[in-house]
């Protein structure tokens, strides 16, 4: 996502590996910028939390 900023990010350690996080694996959740180490831990993120987010509406 080219429009969020790492300085902007609520974390600089990934939550999935421990790693400082990179602007190029940056998301937004429920108005926050959320950053991780990599792509693919970003989008096992957004996965999970998409997931989560769905059955706490149902």
């Given amino acids: 996502m080219a429009d969020l900023r790492l300085e902007d990010c609520v974390n600089d ?3 999935w590996s421990g790693d400082p996080v990179v602007e190029d694996s940056l998301t937004l959740y ?4 959320v950053g991780f180490c990599n792509t693919g831990c970003r989008d096992k993120f957004e996965k999970a939390a998409s997931m989560f987010d769905a ?3 149902d």
């Fill in 30 to 33: 429920k108005g926050a910028v």
């Fill in 55 to 57: 059955v706490l509406q």
């Fill in 13 to 15: 350690i990934c939550p």
